[in-house]
């Protein structure tokens, strides 16, 4: 594999992450907005995987003052296509390009509007004034703090694993104290109530039965999995405290059957220049140098699986489900090490299919169910879900 | 009188004996070779404790275990085009020496998968054979070279490099000949490169050689023309087709175009009432006799003297002079008249390789008038260049001990060669003998040098099948071992370091792009060329050369002796494709035997010597061939295929059949599969046959259904009165009708249309991971294939009409297997579909015992990673064949076709995610894809303008076994032969 080629190659897979915001976009855009609002620093977010205001040199250089230095016009147009105006020989865009290592910006699907709002934003140094809430957008995002050691969602993980194990212990001791039980009520007779007997082999059969139902259902699946990865990999920093887009990296999820993992010239991207980490200095970050210079891929543990005679594919899911990430695999944004949050079995799936809203009227796909269509005009079904349109047939996910 | 149908021969005397065949219960499965206590089904109490604690440690051990760590590795950099989950198409072109077609090529994850037909070919039109659709296999045959190798031993290209190019120089300055022996080369390119390469060592001679040339049709040509071409032919404007021997519609020069050609001819679609008709006159029972109107039953020794009768007939009519010749009883006036009526629209061909007989034929079609209509003289096929006489020439010279060397590439004579044994024998002391076989064959055995050649899926290369029609082939996947293709052995012997992709490319920048105007720069050009895989140029449409007559004469036919006629085998071919599996378990439409060769002998000739089906006879007291009984072969004639009984070909192809290419005809030094006499002997010995014939019967119900075209014109739903019958009286139901909102998939099968060329069984297995069961199981029925081609008999035993009709899951409304599920792992979907979840089935088989299509099949064994099933699901490499999004089944669950879900699933999204309806005709059922007929629709019923809906709305349309109120989605129409009513 060619080194020098990941700088630039990437770069033109990001379709998925514009896209994926452009949308985010034209639901936040329904009236375009001319003073600094919340949207721009929901805007400004896909800045921040590359840039800081006032933090110093990422990726690109640190946008403090950057009002002041450039003119507006050139940012407009170098923010929505950098590349466009390197090539068309702007001195000034060469000169950026090249101080920063021949790195290519993405372009950018913004408008001339949205991009001054950014920059006010950028001006009033990442702040917004008062009264101007943070936008929800719509994917949930809970409240990040980069002080807490272990999230909520780790922590439920670990309590879930705890109480299993918990779970597992008091089988054990129930187990020998049947046996005991059973020796005094036989032969020993040391206890003369024999009710007692009764009511504590009761409860240690109920304790073993409820551990024998955990561990039988739990045959074959993988909940809390939790696996040790080759590389100490934090979606927490990346997706949270950086706020990096999850299909920046997993760019394929719109578009084929896998998420994908990202091939390791896209951690190139930003770690051509981040060298180093917070938590794990240069340790972790290395190896990925060390993957792409021995030309030796990266082994990564695969943590959510479905079995082999199960079809799943994201493009459904993500592009015309338009499903979260979030709802199949957690909160990510708060887990250092990725674990399986659900169950993944078939009852989870069609909980799901029996009650979760198509994008029926949305997709032009559904105008050949005619008869859905009239129910809902007159009135009969306030919505339609995947179950009325087939959602629950094996042939969907088994051939 | 209504016609009786029937299967095999038992069957059909039970049926004249008038005892109800139904009353015979044929086992489904034989029970013969199971152990004693199997058939019993005993087992005792012992074995019952021993079973259970067996099952009960099984589990605990089991539960105990951990879960595996399955890896997730990504590429280190992704290429652009690169979509994990994503197939890629590429065009790409198969030429494997004998058979040409323009290709789609699917891959995924980079690693080709599926051959697809190629829409935008005028040669192929999207159609493919058998063995283009098997040819994906090959690519991962574990038989392949991994290596150069150096007098049998692993060497690398370096070494082999230095030391041929060492001889061939030695060669040049002693002036030594050296045989550069090739099949024939359709590629430009490469001829231009092999012309460069003899130019450089011009003591080395270029021969190209066939395993079946076309030399007497070239030679008669020459005579009549002064063009020794093969002429490409229009069976679509043909009304009235006459083939002597000559199985174009499957085997014979370009089966995929003449059956596009054909079914066009014949279709009855939108009202139309005209058809083409066709005579065969033929030896042995092929598919083109099957599908023809009329079929002759001739000796080999008799066609020339027929043709020269219908000459005469014709010459009579058209006032021309009678040439004299030997009688012969065959009648030839009804064709000869319904020839006439159609002058100028009418075509004769034969496939004998004989000058005498193809200049008859050319006599004939001259007189029809024929050239420049049916037949184009103008726009040549540059298929089968090679000449026998060339190969004698070679073994005289290579036994002359003047030559030094010999080169085969993409040949295998020391297999398929008449003279074998010569052969080998002139070959054994040269100094230099290179191969560049890509396995191990007989004739890479002989050799110093192999230089492995790359897999065609793995090369670079262009072709010109049909003169001004080229196309292109690109590699799909990188070299999967150290081989090299032959044009790069080439360049690099002719101390040229450029790539055979640059040179190729070069010569079209070179030569073919200054031709054109279309496209302003080269690069444009070429990535389109790529891109379509094809580039045509304009047809020269020229009148045809002038005919030049010379004298006929024919040759008096045989009386005595027992006339040979060999045969080529659609799935085997002349014997290449050995070592694929899938074309070695594929039934032969007309046998319907897989795994073998046998001598077909006609019935009354069994009769006559008391011989029985599997008896073993030895042919000229050397070759030792079971008998199978084959209604329609002419008395005083055998057949026997070629391509068997190879010794190299690999684990699966070694020892399969025997080779009967020493009984080839050789006579005036050309090759024929007819006209040898042979004795036959029988012996005590019995050798048991794996056909598919005796199970799969469906009982002498109105299965089949044709009309001839007469009856057809005056009522459009003559021969399909049963399904009126239904309709009144019998379509009615307990079960609630099933209702359907936005989709059905049906699938419509136009019986007309299908003729029996089986392409689409192996695109099934390709597509949907269809295990190959060898012929131990295929014996007990237990051939996993989805989909089967019935193949009827109907009126005489010795004269049968043949019928084909593809069976598949019905995919029924009232599906009678659902319903008997005990575990509900077969359901109907919300799409009509008849769903099978493999991982709910516990083999009970009661949904097999209840379909009365008998479509439903069930793993007996696990055929994946399994050493006794030692196919290509038992390799590492072999195993990257199989669709990723197709489950491969385990031991004991039941599968069935599914109408290619994997396929409407993709579709489906496809549409979803551009935000549109679904089109029709977007999705295309793999046994749909490449059929070289048209022969299926798929599509969704709910759709009253696709066209599937509007071939349901015909008269023709009837459902198979519509009686039980089954209520099939896939729909059949009539037959219609284009006969006198």
Known sequence: MNITKTHVKPLFKNSGYISGLFFLLTLLFSTPSFGQTADDANNFAQCKACHTIGGGKLVGPDLKGITERRDEAWLIKFIQNSQALVASGDETAVKVFNENYKIPMPSHKLSDDQVKGILKYIAAGGKLPTGAEPAKTTAKKSEVSTTQQISEAERFITEKRESSHKLAIFAIISGILVVIILIDLIFTHILKAKWIHYILLLSSLWIIGEWSWDVSTDFGRQQNYQPDQPIWFSHKVHAGQNQIDCEYCHFTAETSMHAGIPPASVCMNCHSQVKEGKRTGKKEIDKIYAALKNNKPIEWVKVDNLPDFVYFNHEQHVKVGKLECTECHGDVEQMDQIAQVNTLSMGWCLDCHRTHKVQFTENNFYGAYKKLHEDLKAGKIDQVNVKMIGGEDCAKCHY | MEKKYWQSLENYKKMKKNTASDNEIVPEFSIDGLDESEIKGKSSRRDFLKMMGFSVSAVALVSSCQMPVRKAIPLLNRPQELTPGVPNYYASTFYDGDEYCSILVKTRESRPIKIEGNELSPVSQRGTTARVQASVLNLYDDARLKNPLKGGDNSDWKTVDKEIKEKLEAFKTDGKKVILMTSTIISPSTRKLIAEFTDLYPNIKWIQVDTLPMSGMRKANETNFGKAVIPSYHFENAEVTVAFNADFLGTWLMPVTFSKQYAKGRKLKDGQTKMSRHYQFETSLSLSGANADYRYQIKPSEEAAILLKLYNEIAKKTGNAIVAGPAVATKVKTVAKDLLNAKGKSLIVSGTNDLQIQLLVNAINNLLGNYGRTIDLNTTVNLKQGNESDMMNAIKSLRSGKSGGVIFYNVNPAYDCAHKNKFVKAIKNLPLKISFATTMDETAALCDYVCPDNNYLESWDDAEPVSGMYSFTQPTIQRIFDTRQFQNSLLTWMGNDETYSDYLENNWKTTYYPQQSQFSSFDKFWFKCKQDGVYNTEQNSADPPPFNPVPLKASKPGIKGLELALYEKISMGTGRYSNNPWLQEMPDPITTATWDNYVTISPSFANKHGLKQEDVVTINKKIELPVLIQPGQTEGTIGIAIGYGRSNAGKVGDGVGKNVYTLLNTKDDSKKLLGTTVTLEKTSKTYSLALTQTH???????????????????????????????????????????????????????????????????????????????????????????????????????????????VMCQQCDDAPCENVCPVAATTHSDEGLNQMAYNRCIGTRYCMNNCPYKVRRFNWYEFANNNSFDYNMNSELGKLVLNPDVTVRQRGVVEKCTFCVQRIQEKKLEAKSENRELRDGEILTACQQSCPTDAIQFGNLMDKESEVSKSNETERKYHLLESLHTLPTTSYLTKVRNKNA
């Open chain 2, 696 to 806: 799969h019967v469906m009982e002498g119900r109105p299965i089949v259904r044709e009309t001839v075209l007469g009856k057809f014109i005056k009522n459009p739903a003559s021969g399909n009165e049963k399904h009126e019958e239904f309709i009144e009286n019998a379509n009615f139901s307990l079960y609630p009708t099933p209702k359907f909102d936005a989709f059905q998939w049906g699938l419509s099968i136009d019986l007309n249309s299908c003729t029996g060329c089986s392409n689409c069984v192996i695109s099934c297995q390709a597509e949907n991971n269809v295990a190959v069961v060898g012929k131990e199981q295929v014996k007990r029925g237990r051939i996993m294939h989805w989909m089967r081609l019935d193949r009827y008999y109907s009126e005489m035993e010795d004269d049968p009409e043949v019928l084909y009709m593809p």
